[in-house]
């Protein structure tokens, strides 16, 4: 059965420093949420309050129709992938995924022929009767999520599940739990710092900070359109520049930023939010150019990428960071225009405004 999970008005507290503040967040039948942010943000203990290994302070956690805010870990029916497999070493494979329904009474013959089908779905069939040392650290994840998913949980959690894997093996291992998920169709929460994977992985990702949900959104909407300045520096947008409107240009408005330079932001570009306002930009947002519209710059450093030159330039505004083509290099020292691309910019309301 697919449910919903839904946190109303949830505060937690560790002693007495508050980790949670007032959070509210719905995770719909079948979708994937992950919640992204860095250490301290309060994410884990947000699942680990749904998972019962926590009370909340106040609010209220519902999995579909039952209300989950007081029920003991063991009587919330939730298939949960730890970051460090917890795998029990004296059992194999097969009795290690088996051992949920075990728990449950499943009958022996029953149960292994359950695992085992789970297994052939995670590739490990092959594997059944080895022991965890044995196997490599993806093959033990593939164990660990087997594990969760054969019980048929209402709500599958995951608490960075891959960050114990090398790079290769993480992209690997999220395509296969996007996979599973959406297979089975169940209901996911899933827990990480890295937003790579959380944008590849979810229907929708909350980026968190200090206890409370900064936006929720999909990762597209999210790259794009960053709710605040939090957001864009967490996404990339690495230029914060204060501006302000002072005339309109033709079809857009112009906009002035410190040191008296100028920018013409168009209208079929750019919806100005307020007067006051800040521009960002991702480095790629900004094509460093010998002549054009855009902002003076002068070049401090440059860096080699591989697929582009980034520099770091001097402005009236600032330092930015911006890149520039492979095909014509430019030393520091050169003045240059920084011309936006608005397809790696956006506006957002000054925090004053």
Known sequence: MTVSLTLQNVSA?????????DLS???????????????????????????????PSSGTIRLGDRDLTRLPAH????????QTYALFPHLTVLDNVAFGLKQRGVATAKRRAQALEMLERVGLAQFAERYPANLSGGQRQR???????VIEPPLLMFDEPLSNLDAKLRVDMRVEIRR??????????????DQEEAFSISDRVAIMNAGRIE??????????????????????FENMIPMRAIAEAGDGVRAEMA???????YRSDFTVPARDFIFAARPEGLTVAREGKGIPARISLRTYLGRAYQYRCHTPA???????PLVDPMEPGTDVVLIPNPAQCCLLKAESA
Not at 13 to 21: A, E
Not at 75 to 82: E, T
Not at 143 to 149: C, D, K, N, S
Not at 318 to 324: D, F, M, P, W
Request: with cysteine.
């Open 215 to 236: 936006q929720l959104d999909s990762p597209e909407v999210l790259y794009s359109r960053p709710a605040n300045a939090f957001v864009a520096d967490f996404v990339g």
């Open 318 to 324: 600032g330092e930015i960071v911006a890149n520039g």
């Open 13 to 21: 507290h560790y002693g007495p420093t508050r980790v949670l503040d």
């Open 180 to 193: 599973l998920q959406r297979a089975n169709g169940t209901t996911a929460l899933y827990v990480t710092h």
């Open 143 to 149: 164990v660990a999520l087997a594990r969760a998913l």
């Open 75 to 82: 009587a919330r029916n939730i298939g949960l992938v730890f």
């Open 25 to 55: 967040l719905h995770v719909g039948e079948g979708e994937l949420v992950s919640l992204l942010g860095a250490s301290g943000c309060g994410k884990t203990t947000t699942l680990r309050l749904v998972a019962g290994f926590l009370q």
């Open 259 to 265: 040191g008296g330079a100028t920018l013409d932001l």
